[in-house]
């Protein structure tokens, strides 16, 4: 039975490897910072199976230990500050959670097993301001947010970890992914939450920011797999993660709000809160490596996706509505 170890399990990305890790039956450990309250949402149904292990990205110590405590084959690392908006209040935490703690891990690992297989959560973030599009492995990064920064650190430390110390170590450049299980502070998800309490009246419009945007959106439970398949290979390499689609913020809502017999323009507001500093207008991935070396296929298309998020966020909002419902009566 195989080993791994996963940093920030209780993410998105996390919840949806840990259940693939376990479908693989994988012996699976997830490291978690102690909080007064723990938040095991997207990982509830899965909890029991998991072997929890307390840590913190900024501590060494804690890692090693939890690195010794495991003995991985493979370790992924998920953690970080992960969203965009709040990298350029939090440059200095960005910093610290997304970009050192790469390099945390990655000591953790080669101190107490190098030959363990290290996956790090490169993104599509570093390539910014595109200076070719679609982007490729080799498109050079211009980032564009303090978030986008700390990620190039974190891509080039894993690189640097990989030829000095002949680790085996991975770098997956993946564009944006989303599902049901993610952050509502993410567009997508910001999108879905608010179309379902619009339909059921709870709710009178959703303020964005720049409709124009271009990303190139993917279902997350696909990308995991590109995760694991990076560490099953002969030889350590990075690969891009992406549709190779391009959709527009208006799309989404399009597609969104029409879903449920609604059009969008009726409800969305513009707020100039909502732009970016700095903005990432396109963003488009060429995936061909990835296709040709790890045989990676997407199975969830951008429709089939932006519908399963809604209708997964419409039966959630009216489970909330009916437990307040009865404790009000």
């Known amino acids: 039975m195989k080993k791994a170890l996963i940093t920030g399990i209780t993410g998105q990305d996390g919840s949806y490897l840990a259940e693939l890790l376990l479908s693989k039956d994988y012996e699976v450990y997830g490291v978690r910072r102690r909080t007064s309250t723990p938040n095991f949402e997207n990982v509830a149904h899965i909890q029991n199976d998991i072997h929890w292990i307390s840590g913190d990205m ?29 990298s350029w209040p939090q440059p200095l935490a960005t910093g610290q959670i997304t970009a050192l703690s790469v390099t945390n891990v990655l000591e953790a690992v080669r101190i107490a097993k190098p030959e363990a ?3 790090q959560a490169s993104s599509s973030e570093m390539f910014g301001k595109v200076v070719e599009t679609p982007q490729t492995e080799t498109t050079p990064f211009y980032p564009r947010s303090p978030y986008g920064v700390a990620k ?7 690189v640097n970890y990989r030829e000095s110390f002949d680790m085996f170590a991975c770098s997956g450049i993946l564009f944006n992914h989303e599902s049901p299980r993610r952050g509502l502070e993410f567009v997508t998800r910001k999108v879905s939450d608010a179309v379902a309490r619009i339909k059921l009246g709870l709710q009178q419009e959703l303020r964005m920011g720049n409709l124009d945007s271009l990303r190139d959106w993917g279902f997350a439970g696909d990308y995991v797999k590109a995760m694991w398949l990076m560490l099953q290979q002969d030889q350590p390499d990075d690969y891009v993660i992406s549709t190779g689609e391009m959709h527009s913020v208006r799309e989404l809502l399009q597609i969104a709000f029409s879903h449920v017999g609604l059009n969008y323009e009726d409800y969305v507001v513009i707020d100039p809160q909502f732009v970016r500093p700095a903005e990432v207008d396109l963003l488009l991935g060429d ?4 296709k040709e070396k790890l045989d990676w296929r997407l199975e969830v298309g951008f429709e089939q996706l932006i519908h399963m998020m809604v209708d997964t966020d419409l039966e959630r909002v009216k489970r909330q509505a009916a437990v307040e419902a009865s404790v009000v009566v």
Do not use: M
């Open 287 to 290: 995936c061909a490596k990835a």
């Open 152 to 158: 190039v650190y974190g891509h080039w430390i894993t």
């Open 117 to 119: 297989r290290f996956y």
């Open 58 to 86: 900024t501590d060494l110590a804690s890692l090693i230990e939890a690195v010794r405590q495991s003995d991985p084959d493979e370790v992924y690392n998920l953690a970080a500050q992960s969203f965009v908006a709040a």
